[in-house]
């Protein structure tokens, strides 16, 4: 079996899902081994065009020149995958989509706006099909890792789509928001990185996005219950993922 | 089988000698947090503490549980058991425990005999302590358990001053009181002091019910409008299904380390869950957040009844504790009792 | 003769995408010399105002993920500033524990997987790990990479974006079992940096790189009593030596069309460096004994205006960083959870940190309700793309001899020289020679 194309692209973003792949040291040789690495500028010199068998999409997409890409891209991988928070629901770029209009978000960082181009900042799937998704603010390394996996065997990955909520139980934290009263996202953000922050005494910002089925509504009013006021309920959800239905939910319902 | 005694002063040494030849699982805290952690000594272990955050369900059931082993080289399947099971002492489990624990029998030893639950019950010998101060949310006496009884236990301790009672409640609690016979002395009128220990915790239940005449009115409340407001408030985040000591649902999946090896494992799932009860063509018969609260409380008050013939709450308080919303299954006995079954 | 044109559309090995466009008349003058950085705008500065106060490094730290402890630490220290909030000794040792993991991890991964190759005629570190000879080296490699972010992990929680860290302090701190473990991974690896610092001179060595040298104003921090990382003055070698907070008054930043970034001069003086050379030359004194001796050892003489020296001073910062973590751990000794606390008070200030690739400039005005009302940051690689574009405008003229794919791949390496980080800045380097004619 000849050994899966693979590509990595970036877009808006911080490059930080793109290092987790060259953070994966204990794998990467094996990992080099068992697939082509066809595309990842990052790390080569040397690349090729497509067709790839996965592409791995990191970044919000946050300008014309790069929808055009994107579709490009989606043409051009036949499995593709957004890969990180950005990718996924637009993550912190898509901030400034709640922050004042395109223009004031341009005036307040540039003199000359002639040359900028940006438009609203949303995950890739905005535009294009999307066949997986890596979540996190940057992706979780084991699953990663996974995924690779999976897509090696032909299968499909164990993500699973539950609250943080339930990781941070299995590990016996300290509930954060029932006992110490600290606003903690957990309970509406998508479970797979082992309850990371609860887990350090952070109340979770809901870097990954919504989980199934997700009550922000319920967890908004428990917020403000919690003394915090509606201005710091809406900066809450619209963080990471104010794209999402759920987030605009959360953020909108108090 | 006679009572037995046990100095309080003795306990740790009996532990240290226990931790020599079984497994012993105990209660260690970790800052406020009270865990049940397999020991190689009694060391850290807390014996004034009201209940662990996690049941200790897990010794039977797993978080994640390997079923067997597998690897596919030289075109050879060859399936593996896993890693047999230590003969193992469970100390420190409170009555509401041992409740959930004969629960937990009727779901796994019924026409199908689940075998990785039946080995590590077989294996294990339950020492129970009853309560003596229980918390604000404690309620068994309203569900038809006590603090200071453990029906299902193997041994039952109860702090009667200096010394423990020791009620030997089955073949293995006798076998293991022989086994290490030097500890324990001969009841001398400490089962009446028992039965004024039993008197005061009695007294201390800030929640007390019953659940008298709950399943019947639940027999007709399956399309009540009381599910929908409870969904509206609920998170889904499912910890109550994780922190209780009856839920027993699980997954089954497949984890391959290499494309050659690996092993098939079981692990917790949640009628909590959106996809728990999706079909792989997409059908989902509990569709929406109602459906599943409503699952949940009818599972643990009238289907276990159905089923079983006893119930599936023991009155821990451990999901109205940890419910970040509130949503507490005490209230939804009391609500039962009030709402009008026929709006 | 046509003209002759140097187009890298995305340039490799680093982190972004940028473009080199270099156009060179046809009597080999030089008429452009571009390094045009397309990465897309994020606004940062814009959606920070309107953010509460501790929010700031949690989001900053999302502009880049190569140094986001450097981008998370300054926003820190110039909140903590500006709200006067003193935090304890543990704090600032752990900080900087904290961002020498970073450095370690930042410089191996440029010595090793971005710049080795281009020196040893290699595509990638992909294609170096194929030679059974360069094998264990790349291994070797991989583990103290790995090893520092098992630091990172040990006191952030997560490799990229740290979980504890926080205004006041951390909110969860590692243990000192786990630091002394690290210590004996840290001693053991020091041999492997002292073969990298050869290993660097060796490639830098390589001709025409040693000839390559153009005199200019390197700016970095410095402290007399210890190498500057987490704060110090901002001094260069021009002579340049005021405040950290300071800097929106020296360092003066104009907007570039046809390039979403903006470029940096000094105020009434012009282009400048940052990054491990500036570093090295300002600060060699305050390196460790066993720094400088390595330094010595393969002839590295300050100041050193050759920026093909780059990887040498990074190689030379590894084993200080490495030496400096070992005494940060011995200093930590058994850490303790203390609480971060704070009150928002209203306040305006600056901070500088050293990023591995240079100084991480960040400041800003929050009201007495904690919210930002402004906020300025400025990146290490948006400091340096105008003095490599001179670097271009010095060099290139010198290189026209040889064929295009050789000054290609020297015009590329000019641009890793400054080891840069376009998500900071801007994103895809673009290499284009055109000879007109």
């Not at chain 3, 961002?99 to 440029?110: K, P, R």
């Not at chain 3, 210590?183 to 990298?196: D, V």
């Amino acid at each position: 079996m000849a050994k899966p194309r693979i590509a990595f692209f970036k877009f808006s973003s911080c490059a930080g899902c793109q290092l987790s792949v060259l953070n994966l040291e204990e794998h990467l040789l094996d990992i080099f081994g068992a697939v082509d690495i066809a595309y990842f500028v990052m790390a080569k010199r040397e690349n090729h065009e497509g067709p790839y068998d996965v592409g791995f999409v990191e970044g919000a997409v946050t300008t014309p020149r790069e929808v055009q890409e994107l579709k490009k891209i989606r043409e051009e991988c036949k499995f593709l995958v957004a890969m990180g928070t950005c990718a996924c629901t637009g993550g912190i770029p898509s901030m400034k989509n709640f922050a004042g209009t395109q223009r004031q978000m341009e005036e307040k960082v540039y003199t000359e706006l002639w040359d900028i181009q940006s438009i609203p900042a949303h995950g890739i799937d905005y535009y294009v099909k999307v066949d997986a998704y890596l979540r996190g603010c940057a992706v979780d390394l084991g699953e990663l890792v996974e995924l690779l996996k999976s897509l090696l065997l032909g299968v499909s990955p164990h993500f699973r789509p539950h609250a943080v909520c339930n990781e941070c139980k299995l590990k016996e934290n300290v509930c954060l928001l029932v006992h110490k009263g600290k606003p903690c996202m957990g309970s509406v953000t998508a479970a797979g990185c082992g309850a990371l922050c609860p887990s350090l005494n952070r109340p979770c910002e809901g870097c990954r996005g919504p989980a199934n089925d997700a009550n922000t509504v319920s967890l908004a009013q428990k917020f403000l219950e919690l003394g915090l006021t509606r201005e710091d309920v809406r900066r809450k959800f619209l963080k990471y993922a104010g794209n999402t239905p759920e987030f605009r939910r959360g953020a909108e319902a108090v | 089988m006679a009572n037995k005694t046990l100095k309080k002063d003795q306990v740790v040494s009996l532990l240290n000698k226990v931790a020599a030849t079984y497994q012993l699982i105990a209660p260690v805290a970790d800052d406020s947090v009270v865990m049940f952690k397999p020991l190689s000594s009694a060391e850290g272990v807390v014996f004034d503490y009201v209940n662990s955050v996690l049941p200790p369900k897990d010794y039977f059931f797993p978080q994640t549980e390997q079923m067997f082993k597998f690897s596919t080289r030289n075109n050879q399947i060859v399936i593996n058991p896993p890693d047999p099971v230590k003969e193992r002492v469970l100390f420190g489990i409170r009555p509401c425990d041992v409740q959930s624990i004969i629960a937990m029998d009727k779901v796994f030893d019924r026409e199908y005999k689940d075998t990785y639950y039946l080995d590590k019950r077989a294996k294990t010998t339950i020492i129970a302590v009853s309560c003596t101060e229980p918390l604000p949310t404690c309620f068994c006496t309203s569900v038809g358990g006590s603090p200071t009884s453990a029906p299902g236990a193997d041994l039952l301790l109860t702090d009667v001053g200096d010394v423990y009672l020791v009620e030997v409640l089955s073949e293995k609690g006798e076998a293991f009181v022989q086994k290490f016979s030097e500890f324990f002395g001969n009841e001398n009128g400490e089962g009446a002091k028992k039965a004024e220990v039993e008197k005061a915790v009695a007294a201390k239940f800030v929640r007390t019910t019953s659940l008298e005449g709950v399943k019947a009115k639940l027999d007709n409340m399956f399309e009540h409008p009381y599910w929908e407001r409870l969904a509206r408030k609920c998170l889904g985040c499912a910890c109550c299904t994780y922190v209780c000591p009856t839920c027993h649902c699980f997954d089954i999946c497949d984890f391959n380390s290499n494309g050659f090896e690996g092993e098939r494992f079981r692990c917790w799932d949640s009628c909590m869950f959106a996809d728990y009860t999706r079909m792989a063509g997409g059908h989902n018969p509990r569709p929406t957040k109602k459906e599943r609260v409503r699952n949940r409380f009818l599972h643990k008050l009238k289907y276990s009844w159905d089923r079983y013939g006893l119930g599936h709450c023991v009155g821990c308080g451990r999901c109205s504790r940890e419910c970040p919303v509130n949503l507490d299954i005490y209230t939804v006995i009391s609500d039962v009792k009030e709402v009008d079954a026929n709006v | 003769m046509s003209e002759r044109r140097i187009f890298v559309d995305y340039l490799a090995r680093m982190e972004g995408d940028g473009a080199i466009d270099i156009i060179i008349g046809p009597n080999g003058e030089l008429k452009k010399a571009r390094w045009e950085v397309w990465e897309p705008p994020r606004f940062f500065e814009a959606f920070l105002v309107g953010r509460k106060a501790e929010e700031v490094p949690e989001i900053v730290q999302r502009i880049c993920g190569i140094c986001p402890h450097a981008h998370h630490i300054t926003a820190l220290r110039a909140l903590e500033r500006a709200m006067g909030v003193q935090v304890s000794e543990q704090t600032v040792l752990l900080r900087e524990l904290m961002h020498y993991s970073d450095w370690i991890m930042s410089h191996t991964l440029h010595v090793y997987c971005l710049a080795a190759p281009d020196f040893l005629g290699y595509e990638s570190v992909i294609a170096m790990a194929e030679n059974p000879e360069l094998l264990p080296t790349v291994q070797k490699a991989l583990q103290l990479k790995r090893l520092a972010n098992d630091m990172i992990v040990a006191i952030c929680g997560h490799e990229i974006q740290n979980r504890t860290s926080v205004v006041g302090g951390f909110t969860a701190v590692p243990d000192g079992a786990t630091l002394r473990a690290l210590k004996e991974r840290l001693k053991a690896a020091k041999e492997f940096a002292y073969e990298t610092v050869k290993l660097a001179a060796k490639l830098a060595s390589q001709p025409p790189c040693p000839d390559l040298v153009r005199k200019c104003e390197h700016v970095s921090l410095h402290d007399d009593t210890k190498y500057a990382i987490n704060d110090g003055r901002l001094v260069s070698t021009e002579g340049l030596n005021v405040p950290d907070w300071e800097y929106p008054v020296w360092l003066i930043e104009k907007h570039v069309p046809s390039c979403n970034c903006k470029h940096a001069i000094i105020k009434g003086r012009d282009s400048f460096m940052v990054g491990p050379l500036p570093r090295v030359n300002n600060n060699f004194e305050q390196l460790s004994a066993d720094a400088k001796a390595a330094a010595r050892e393969v002839g590295f003489s300050v100041p050193c205006f050759n920026p093909f020296m780059s990887i040498v001073a990074r190689a030379i910062e590894i084993v200080h960083s490495i030496d400096r973590s070992i005494e940060l751990i011995d200093e930590l000794g058994e850490p303790k959870y203390e609480e971060p606390k704070f009150e928002y008070k209203a306040g305006e200030s600056y901070a500088i940190t050293e990023a591995a690739r240079g100084i991480c400039c960040h400041g800003g005005r929050i009201d007495k309700d904690g919210v930002v009302q402004k906020w300025d940051i400025v990146a290490p690689t948006a400091r340096n793309v105008y003095n490599l574009e001179k670097d271009f405008e010095e060099f290139v003229p010198k290189l026209l001899h040889l064929p295009d794919d050789k000054l290609t791949l020297l015009c590329e390496m000019m641009v890793r020289n400054y080891d840069p980080c376009q998500s900071c800045a801007t994103h895809s380097l673009k290499v284009r020679i055109r000879r007109e004619g």
